[in-house]
């Protein structure tokens, strides 16, 4: 178990401090004050009825916690665990209150800090995310770091993944509407 907030230094007002991680080849970031914890993957107790991407409650010191697979949430295939398989703890801001959320990820990469003034607008020509669902875009060498908007993706049911794009059936049609209020 590993907290993001001991791990890294107080950010100057002009940098934002992220966790990134990876699903399948793409990084994503989200801001530490949203992380609570990041925890080693055990499958979580399973709940019926709930959407494809909804995998259950797991158990953080007596709080049953919603846990979502976030690679069926963003459009892409689930895949089997691995030793690098981690359950990011978060705590997301809603209108109404603040979700706790457990989102299973492929592998933690680092906990960054990134000048605000590197973060570029969200594309919203030719990419496969909706572009309402991420706060910005770094540019790195070997890529771009996709900081995400937890609050937008998990406030409504709207999809993640940009319409025409390929997506991932699921019973819940890609989509995520959960009413458990932490």
Same mark, same amino acid.
């Given at each position: 178990?590993?907290?993001?907030?001991?791990?890294?230094?107080?950010?100057?007002?002009?940098?934002?401090?992220?966790?990134?991680?990876?699903?399948?080849?793409?990084?994503?970031?989200?801001?530490? *004050?949203? $992380?609570?914890?990041?925890?080693?993957?055990?499958?979580?107790?399973? $709940?019926?009825?709930?959407? !494809?991407?909804?995998?259950?409650?797991?158990?953080?010191?007596?709080?049953?916690?919603?846990?979502?697979?976030?690679?069926?949430?963003?459009?892409?295939?689930?895949?089997?665990?691995?030793?690098?398989?981690?359950?990011?703890?978060?705590?997301?801001?809603?209108?109404?209150?603040?979700?706790?959320?457990?989102?299973?990820?492929?592998? *933690?990469?680092?906990?960054?800090?990134?000048?605000?003034?590197?973060?570029?607008?969200?594309?919203?020509?030719?990419?496969?995310?909706? !572009?309402? &669902?991420?706060?910005? $875009?770094?540019?790195? !060498?070997?890529? &771009?770091? $996709?900081?995400?908007?937890?609050?937008?993706?998990?406030?409504?049911?709207?999809?993640?993944?940009?319409?025409?794009?390929?997506? *991932?059936?699921?019973?819940?049609?890609?989509?995520?509407?959960?009413?458990?209020? !932490?």
């Amino acid at each position: 178990m590993t907290s993001p907030r001991s791990l890294a230094e107080a950010p100057a007002r002009d940098d934002l401090q992220v966790v990134t991680f990876g699903l399948g080849r793409e990084v994503f970031a989200v801001p530490v *004050v949203l $992380v609570r914890e990041i925890l080693d993957y055990q499958a979580p107790s399973h $709940v019926p009825g709930g959407p !494809a991407h909804f995998l259950g409650l797991t158990d953080v010191r007596g709080q049953g916690v919603p846990t979502v697979d976030f690679r069926l949430r963003l459009g892409l295939p689930s895949v089997e665990p691995t030793l690098a398989t981690r359950i990011i703890i978060l705590d997301v801001p809603l209108p109404d209150r603040t979700l706790a959320l457990g989102v299973v990820i492929d592998r *933690v990469l680092a906990v960054v800090t990134v000048p605000v003034d590197r973060i570029e607008a969200a594309p919203d020509i030719g990419t496969a995310w909706n !572009a309402g &669902f991420v706060q910005g $875009v770094v540019r790195e !060498a070997d890529g &771009f770091i $996709v900081i995400l908007d937890l609050p937008r993706i998990f406030a409504g049911d709207d999809p993640v993944h940009a319409a025409g794009t390929a997506t *991932v059936e699921n019973a819940a049609g890609g989509r995520l509407a959960m009413s458990t209020a !932490a």
